[in-house]
């Protein structure tokens, strides 16, 4: 299935990327997508079903479809997952009370056999506020290490707001997507 996709994008006339960006409510997705797309980031609202933007970088189209978070929501993320290259799932790293939600959702994405093979970018957002836990932290508590991640993945620290680490990880995860598609042509 994931060679079926690979050779699908090389068959394309444009290259085009599917991302998919998904973590519990008021995590920062918009926020984190409106910041790549050099918008207003201060006219958030929070995603009620989805939202698709599109940017081009390097010689890529890439679509991101930024899912809503909330708990009604969340079982809806399934119908999304078609043709996708790469997720991003977003963690708020000061909201302590539901990381192990954010763990517990993250082992059901990972299980969605339409998502074998994608490139994962964790992003551990909101580090510029005090009390945030770090990088080191998160994975513990995700229990990442234990989790059998049978594809490449990356965490990250990020703060929307400043951009902070932001740039870094969105380069790596389409630098890893291109490099899948590439090798096959």
Request: charged content about 25%; aromatic content about 12%.
């Amino acid at each position: 299935m994931v060679l079926l996709k690979i050779l699908n994008k090389i068959k394309e006339k444009h290259k085009n990327i599917r991302l998919i960006i998904l973590g519990l409510d008021n995590a920062g997705k918009t926020t984190i997508v409106k910041r790549l797309l050099g918008e207003d980031i201060y006219k958030v609202q929070p995603t009620f079903g989805f939202t698709i933007e599109t940017l081009n970088y390097n010689n890529y189209f890439i679509n991101i479809w930024d899912i809503g978070g909330q708990k009604s929501i969340r079982h809806y993320w399934k119908n999304y997952y078609e043709n996708v290259d790469g997720i991003i799932y977003v963690v708020d790293s000061t909201d302590l009370y539901r990381l192990q939600l954010c763990s517990y959702e993250l082992k059901q994405i990972l299980k969605e056999e339409r998502l074998f093979g994608c490139s994962l970018l964790i992003l551990s957002n909101k580090i510029d506020i005090h009390n945030s836990l770090n990088v080191n932290q998160i994975v513990e508590i995700l229990k990442l290490k234990e989790m059998n991640i049978d594809r490449h993945w990356c965490i990250n620290e990020c703060s929307a707001y400043s951009g902070k680490g932001l740039l870094k990880s969105f380069m790596w995860l389409i630098n890893d997507i291109s490099y899948r598609i590439n090798k096959y042509y």
